[in-house]
């Protein structure tokens, strides 16, 4: 059934997050009265073709592992007779000094997407892995890629009871099994296991830790935001961050985007303004409506915070190092006589094109599309997100739970349950919970990153740490070493591998047995 | 449909839970070549009314508490469509110094059984509540009592489907979700959370504070045999500490219990040799195999040894202190001419008819019905049960785990997962895992007690302790104080009390709050 005006616009956004609620100077309109719009957390990698497809063949060969499969029960916490279904997952053992010398095990929390995509994206663990004698797994999150219940995509996603097993305490007695059963058949019962996992894989490493001491001995949560829930830290956190990244670089770039809302409102409702936009946004198709534009603009201002690295990279777009400034230079640096549109669009071109091959641009669609994250965001994952009248860049938004709760009603028939993360996992008053409780948890962030603000910012324990750095941005640590490494960064990661050293050593000598590699 | 003689002979063994397979020098019957019997774990406290039905009026007029209901999720860990259930709890606030002052909660794990019964068995937390200003909080396990899922005991017993949210893991989390909303009803989030909880209760209490540190500060753990799971402890331990129970007291009483097996098969194969069984043991009705008789025996050593508390106490059945050594008497000093039988069957007679009200004694004749912890034991519960030759005063009996997964798919129609706890909960190895993991947990045992054997019985870490009593039995120190309290009971729970003052202290001084009375 095709969706009314009237439903759509209340309808869920998709990676972008933020619609167009604007209180502009410059805008001729008063929009405050405009009913408050519901959104949902922003993705952490977005919807781009990277997450639900393999990683290229280039990609591939740089990094050897081998694919395997392992069933799995669909519930772990109950008895209900439901079908099992396969978990895919890589292996590299080419390292490991095996089971007699209590060879680690490095085990990587697969998130929401394809495994082939993060494994291929953590060159970390596999720079690592030789200097431990450690083997790698990358076991798949369920529901994404190939470990899909029900035997296919479209029956696992047709619908809540379907998908109703998408969570994350499934995920983790996942991996808890898996790896049991790894080590089982390894005979390398005794081999300890450390855990990697980056944003949304990261707080699964952390948890996993917490939840499942037994089975890991330590955890590098990078990126991790295990506070970004009900009322831990303000819900204008993440839209501050991203705003403060490119204040950071130009207040008049910051102003200039903050102004653009008004603007583009303004534009798209003059006769023609929705073609006028089309045009100055060389969008492929003529626009429905402003807020299409807008989510495709705020989308790229997140992922741009998110991938501010130091050097160029290809996470999940071709980028010149620290892009938030190329961007601004875009739109600080146009000639005097270009429009607001027209520098944003300049601008925002860093980001969607920067190898300049694009010759139209095609917006995102399908802003209903019913996948994977978009179903934990409106169940367990739900992360209040707001965004402020003065620090932000962003329109003006209150997060309101009720629109949020219909909203995800109407889109998946599922009620969300906005408390349950911090029940089962906890977050509130942190601090004076794990002073006394568990240990081996590195929390790595960039402050770059706008998700470093729901995560772990300073040390809760002598063994549960933090590691900040101010020019970092969404787990950079985890990538690969480059020869652009900044020294900062190169110290950071001589940290972590130093804490896992120790993790691992004190754990042989509890085993009394010796490391010789 | 009635079963064939077959079926049964291969069937389920209720609360007793060891079979006749006896390789006795005084059988002139060799067995064994008779294929081995399965069993279960034998069951905490016996399927006693008690445990089914509210606590007699005089009981429940000694505590006084509120009965409240609280809605809970069937599934905690998915998002299936099912239908809620009413958990009830009871409480009790006549000593809260209320949520200002930060008063602590105190919050009994119930366990397999009606929650009136735990609650007026659980002295200890009443006793203790006075002195911390502390409010009591009981809820139920779902299943059982009045907290039952589909309305009603038939339907939520009906099959394996409705059986299927049976599981510790969903008892904790309704704990989980319960005590989060009680503090926040009660405004009392920064209120202090001290689990309890004794045998399954305490494994309860123990895993919640691994699981949940962010909702209790430590666990009481009361004879709670975490370890008594795969090949952690060796599958005799039980039965051993049993035996030696009854070795203490007297070898010969052992070697009569030991040699009565072999005696009875012997007398129950002769002609009319049952109708002899059912005179010597006062049966009402006539006897239908050896080992409905043998079950009913074995029950009754394995529960002695459990309640072999160092005064008269009533807490499954009316005994007397010491009630081994009593039993042991009775076996050991009838008149020269008395038969092995007879001897036994005086001997039992003080755990069956300790007030000698009874006429003639009732077999339990339903050995198959399906209640909650038989669904336990055969899904997640799966402890290893063997009977040593040597050892062992039982007929030997090595534990099969085909047969048993045989017995609880005909029984139940499902399947066991004999190592899912330890993979969510650990056991292996606890001592290097929790060293450096956890704090805040005390593991209270008697040596008498069968169950200790399966428990943590030294020190874990600073924090995570052991409380060893030599003449304690199962969760003696939960029991109410009395008069006739030996020295080192008093003793184990002063010390059980300066520990929880100075988990509370601690908090209260993370919280910089002041406790003053």
Same mark, same amino acid.
């Given at each position: 059934?095709?969706?009314?005006?009237? /439903?759509?616009?209340?309808?869920?956004?998709?990676?972008?997050?933020?619609?167009?609620?604007?209180?502009?100077?410059?805008?001729?309109?008063?929009?405050?009265?405009?009913?408050?719009? %519901?959104?949902?957390?922003?993705?952490?990698?977005? $919807?781009? *073709?990277?997450?639900?497809?393999?990683? /290229?063949?280039?990609?591939?060969?740089?990094? &050897?592992?081998?694919? &395997?499969? =392992?069933?799995?029960?669909?519930?772990?916490?109950?008895?209900?007779?439901?079908?099992?279904?396969?978990?895919?997952?890589?292996?590299?053992?080419?390292?490991?000094?095996?089971?007699?010398?209590?060879?680690?095990?490095?085990?990587?929390?697969?998130?929401?997407?394809?495994?082939?995509?993060?494994?291929?994206?953590?060159?970390?663990?596999?720079?690592?892995?030789?200097?431990?004698?450690?083997?790698?797994?990358?076991?798949?999150?369920?529901?994404?890629?190939?470990?899909?219940?029900?035997?296919?995509?479209?029956?696992?996603?047709?619908?809540?009871?379907?998908?109703?097993?998408?969570?994350?305490? /499934?995920?983790?007695?996942?991996?808890?099994?898996?790896?049991?059963?790894?080590?089982?058949?390894?005979?390398?019962?005794?081999?300890?296991?450390?855990?990697?996992?980056?944003?949304?894989?990261?707080?699964?490493?952390?948890?996993?830790?917490? $939840?499942?001491?037994?089975?890991?001995?330590?955890?590098?949560?990078?990126?991790?935001?295990?506070?970004?829930?009900?009322?831990?830290?303000?819900?204008?956190?993440?839209?501050?961050?991203?705003?403060?990244?490119?204040?950071?670089? *130009?207040?008049?770039? =910051?102003?200039?985007?903050?102004?653009?809302?008004?603007?583009?409102?303004?534009?798209? /409702?003059?006769?023609?303004?929705?073609?006028?936009?089309?045009?100055?946004?060389?969008?492929?198709?003529?626009?429905?409506?402003?807020?299409?534009?807008?989510?495709?603009?705020?989308?790229?201002?997140?992922?741009?915070?998110?991938?501010?690295?130091?050097?160029?990279?290809?996470?999940?777009?071709?980028?010149?190092?620290?892009?938030?400034?190329?961007?601004?230079?875009?739109?600080?640096?146009?000639?005097?006589?270009?429009?607001?549109?027209?520098?944003?669009?300049?601008?925002?071109?860093?980001?969607?094109?920067?190898?300049?091959?694009?010759?139209?641009?095609?917006?995102?669609?399908?802003?209903? @599309?019913?996948?994977?994250?978009?179903?934990?965001?409106?169940?367990?994952?739900?992360?209040?997100?707001?965004?402020?009248?003065?620090?932000?860049?962003?329109?003006?938004?209150?997060?309101?739970?009720?629109? %949020?709760?219909?909203?995800?009603?109407?889109?998946?028939?599922?009620?969300?349950?906005?408390?349950?993360?911090?029940?089962?996992? @906890?977050?509130?008053?942190?601090?004076?919970?794990?002073?006394?409780?568990?240990?081996?948890?590195?929390?790595?962030?960039?402050?770059?990153?706008?998700?470093?603000?729901?995560?772990?910012?300073?040390?809760?324990?002598?063994?549960?740490?933090?590691?900040?750095?101010?020019?970092?941005?969404?787990?950079?640590?985890?990538?690969?070493?480059?020869?652009?490494?900044?020294?900062?960064?190169? $110290?950071?990661?001589?940290?972590?591998?130093?804490?896992?050293?120790?993790?691992?050593?004190?754990?042989?000598?509890?085993?009394?047995?010796?490391?010789?590699?």
């Amino acid at each position: 059934m095709p969706k009314t005006r009237q /439903q759509k616009q209340n309808s869920l956004y998709l990676s972008p997050v933020i619609t167009i609620v604007i209180i502009s100077i410059l805008s001729p309109l008063s929009l405050a009265s405009q009913p408050s719009k %519901f959104r949902r957390a922003p993705r952490f990698v977005g $919807k781009l *073709s990277h997450l639900t497809e393999p990683p /290229q063949r280039q990609q591939q060969q740089q990094y &050897r592992y081998e694919t &395997r499969y =392992f069933e799995q029960r669909l519930d772990h916490f109950s008895f209900a007779d439901l079908p099992t279904f396969s978990q895919r997952y890589l292996i590299n053992t080419d390292h490991w000094v095996g089971p007699n010398r209590l060879g680690p095990i490095f085990l990587y929390c697969g998130n929401e997407g394809d495994i082939e995509w993060f494994a291929v994206n953590s060159g970390f663990v596999w720079d690592i892995a030789p200097r431990f004698g450690a083997m790698l797994v990358f076991p798949e999150h369920r529901y994404y890629g190939e470990s899909m219940p029900y035997g296919s995509t479209e029956v696992a996603y047709q619908n809540a009871t379907t998908l109703s097993y998408l969570t994350a305490e /499934q995920a983790l007695a996942d991996f808890a099994v898996f790896i049991t059963n790894l080590k089982q058949n390894l005979s390398a019962e005794a081999s300890p296991v450390v855990l990697f996992g980056g944003s949304y894989g990261g707080m699964l490493a952390a948890w996993m830790r917490l $939840k499942y001491p037994h089975i890991a001995i330590g955890a590098l949560a990078s990126s991790a935001p295990i506070l970004q829930f009900e009322d831990i830290v303000p819900p204008e956190t993440f839209y501050n961050i991203v705003s403060s990244d490119f204040k950071r670089e *130009s207040a008049s770039c =910051f102003n200039t985007i903050k102004e653009s809302w008004g603007e583009l409102v303004s534009v798209g /409702q003059k006769e023609n303004g929705l073609l006028e936009l089309t045009k100055t946004f060389h969008l492929c198709r003529e626009l429905n409506s402003t807020e299409d534009l807008a989510d495709w603009l705020e989308s790229a201002y997140s992922y741009l915070a998110m991938v501010d690295y130091p050097y160029p990279s290809d996470f999940m777009m071709p980028l010149p190092g620290y892009p938030i400034r190329e961007v601004c230079k875009k739109i600080d640096n146009a000639p005097d006589a270009t429009s607001i549109l027209e520098r944003i669009f300049e601008g925002v071109s860093v980001y969607y094109n920067y190898t300049g091959d694009v010759d139209c641009f095609q917006l995102d669609d399908d802003p209903h @599309g019913l996948d994977g994250w978009n179903w934990q965001a409106c169940t367990e994952m739900v992360m209040p997100m707001s965004s402020s009248r003065d620090k932000s860049m962003f329109p003006a938004y209150d997060y309101n739970y009720s629109s %949020f709760k219909e909203e995800c009603w109407n889109d998946f028939n599922v009620i969300p349950r906005p408390r349950w993360i911090t029940t089962e996992f @906890g977050g509130h008053d942190i601090k004076s919970v794990l002073k006394l409780f568990g240990s081996n948890i590195i929390f790595s962030n960039g402050l770059l990153d706008p998700w470093s603000g729901g995560s772990v910012l300073q040390n809760l324990s002598e063994t549960i740490v933090a590691l900040v750095t101010e020019e970092g941005a969404h787990h950079l640590d985890l990538r690969p070493s480059t020869n652009e490494d900044p020294d900062w960064l190169k $110290k950071q990661r001589e940290t972590e591998i130093k804490l896992i050293e120790d993790w691992i050593d004190n754990y042989y000598r509890g085993k009394k047995a010796t490391f010789n590699m």
